[in-house]
C-alpha cells in the first residue's frame, strides 16, 4: 500500500458527461500529479500540484481541469467526455516539487466512457 | 521533446534465469532515471533509480545499468522469480527537469 488513495475504483459514465476522480496523497507529501494511461499506452502526464499551486502542465486537455485543496488532496475533472477519455487514471504523491523526489502512485481510477 | 522507448512489449524468462529489460531515451539534459513495476489492478510501485555520477546501481536482485553516450537504460533482474511477472516501466526527465516521462512498458512473465 502506497498509501495514496484514489475513488473511485471504477466510474462508467456516458459521452458529453463530467465527473470528478478524487486523489489523497500520503501523508506529509505536498506535491500531487496525474496521469492517464490508455490501453497498451505508457503514462501520459497530465498536470501536477505542489502545495496547492499548479506547477507543470503536460498534455492535459482543455476539457480537463484539476485542482489541489488547502488539505492537499485533489480533483482531476473532466468534462464533455468522449469515448477516447476512457482509460486508467492514476495520481501519485511526492514530499518534493521536482524530479528528485520519489512518486508515490495510488491504485488509479478505471473510467470507462460508453 | 523527451522519448522514451521500451522496443520490447513482452519478455518470457525461465524462473532463476536473467532478465534484462531495455529502454533508451532521446535527451539527456537531465540524467536521473526511474523504474517502475506495475502489477494488475494496482498503481506503479517504485524499484530504482540511477543518476548519471554512477553508470550502476544495484539493489538486492535488480540492477539498473546507465550508458549515456548511447542513451540506454537496462534493468537486470537476477535470478528472476515468478513474482516479479510485471509490467516495468522506465521514466527519464522531461525537457526542463520537472517530471518524467514514462515509456510504454515491458511485460515480463518468469515462467515456473
Known amino acids: 500500500d502506497s498509501g495514496v488513495t484514489q475513488t473511485p475504483k471504477h466510474l462508467i459514465t456516458a459521452t458529453g458527461q463530467r465527473v470528478t476522480l478524487r486523489c489523497s496523497p500520503r501523508?506529509?507529501?505536498?506535491?500531487v500529479y496525474w496521469y492517464q494511461q490508455s490501453l497498451d499506452q505508457g503514462l501520459q502526464f497530465l498536470i501536477q500540484?505542489?502545495?496547492?499551486?499548479?506547477?507543470a502542465k503536460g498534455n492535459i486537455l482543455e476539457r480537463f481541469s484539476a485542482q489541489q485543496f488547502p488539505d492537499l488532496h485533489s480533483e482531476l475533472n473532466l468534462s464533455s467526455l468522449e469515448l477516447g477519455d476512457s482509460a486508467l487514471y492514476f495520481c501519485?504523491?511526492?514530499?518534493?516539487?521536482?524530479?528528485?523526489?520519489?512518486?508515490?502512485f495510488g491504485p488509479g481510477t478505471r473510467l470507462t466512457v460508453t | 521533446d523527451q522519448q522514451v522507448k521500451q522496443n520490447s512489449p513482452s519478455l518470457s524468462v525461465q524462473e532463476g534465469r536473467i532478465s534484462i529489460l531495455n529502454c533508451d531515451y532521446t535527451n539527456s539534459m537531465f540524467d536521473y532515471f526511474l523504474w517502475y513495476k506495475k502489477y494488475p489492478a494496482e498503481g506503479p510501485t517504485f524499484l530504482i533509480s540511477i543518476s548519471s555520477i554512477k553508470d550502476k546501481n544495484e539493489d538486492g536482485r535488480f540492477t539498473v545499468f546507465l550508458n549515456k553516450s548511447a542513451k540506454h537504460l537496462s534493468l537486470h533482474i537476477v535470478p528472476s522469480q515468478p513474482g516479479d511477472s510485471a509490467v516495468y516501466f522506465c521514466?527519464?526527465?522531461?525537457?526542463?527537469?520537472?517530471?518524467?516521462?514514462f515509456g510504454p512498458g515491458t511485460r515480463l512473465s518468469v515462467l515456473p
Open positions: 501523508s506529509g507529501d505536498l506535491s
Open positions: 500540484y505542489y502545495n496547492g499551486e499548479e506547477r
Open positions: 501519485a504523491s511526492s514530499v518534493g516539487g521536482s524530479i528528485n523526489y520519489e512518486q508515490y
Open positions: 521514466a527519464a526527465p522531461d525537457n526542463y527537469g520537472q517530471n518524467f516521462v
